[in-house]
Nanobody
Framework: QVQLVESGGGLARPGASLRLSCATS????????VAWFRQAPGQEREFVAA?????????RYADSVKGRFTISRDNAENTVYLQMNSLKPEDTAVYYC?????????????????WGQGTEVTVSS
């Protein structure tokens, strides 16, 4: 069983930065694709970023965050990060970490087997 625990959310002003963390445990971390999703009130959960190691170190981003957000992994610590820069009010959402035992990047929320509890990010002046 894979456990995912997010942290690092909070209140930020527009233009500021936050770094989210997702601590993982339970399985060999390098064999999993790990992703970040977010869900704003009244909206569906949407893909933000994903990272894989097997099959080549590869990352993908949603167009809405490309150039502002960076996903990274500390394999020694079994932790995934989401560095969020130049935050906008429309980035306000609950952010979730997700994982799947696969070497293929996936972008749909229903394609992931393991989820954290979420961490809330609010961007407001």
């Amino acid at each position: 069983q894979v456990q995912l625990v997010e942290s690092g959310g909070g209140l930020a002003r527009p233009g500021a930065s936050l770094r989210l963390s997702c601590a993982t445990s339970g399985r060999t971390f390098t064999n999993y694709v790990v992703a970040w999703f977010r869900q704003a009130p009244g909206q569906e959960r949407e893909f933000v970023a994903a990272s894989r190691l097997r099959g080549g170190d590869t990352t993908r981003y949603a167009d809405s965050v490309k150039g502002r957000f960076t996903i990274s992994r500390d394999n020694a610590e079994n932790t995934v990060y989401l560095q969020m820069n130049s935050l906008k009010p429309e980035d306000t959402a609950v952010y979730y970490c997700a994982a799947r035992h696969t070497s293929i990047l996936r972008f749909g929320a229903d394609e992931y087997d393991h989820w954290g509890q979420g961490t809330e990010v609010t961007v407001s002046s």
